[in-house]
């Protein structure tokens, strides 16, 4: 499967994918496409997709984990929602990648090794009255 997708088209030059402020909602899409016939892809019944941050890539926590199957798409899309809770973490940089899980139980990483980048805002959620 190959991921055509913003996140994997926006790195900047200090190398971060994703830009976030802490405590800040966001949505973001994936679309999957067939690498072989360059068709989209759309998960069948039993797969899964899943969006993780992790602070080290060799560690089984998560800072947030976002999972969807295919009851989850929309107009061939995923869409993933990271919450004002999922995103308030202490700020700095992170690992993510979007992982494929598929109904012959296959793995693929369609995007890897991204960084996510978590600042402090000046405005906060809690500061609207």
Known sequence: MLLVNLLANNITLDGVAL??????????????????????????????????????KNTSTYKIKKQLSANNEINGAYPFILTDSDTDIATGRYYFDVGVKTSNNYFMRPIKDQILSIVNAVTYKEDIE
């Open 19 to 56: 830009k976030l402020s802490k405590g800040e909602t966001a949505f973001f899409t994936v679309k999957l496409y067939d690498e072989d016939t360059k068709s989209q892809y759309l998960l069948k019944s039993n797969e899964k997709i899943i969006f993780g941050v992790k602070k080290q």
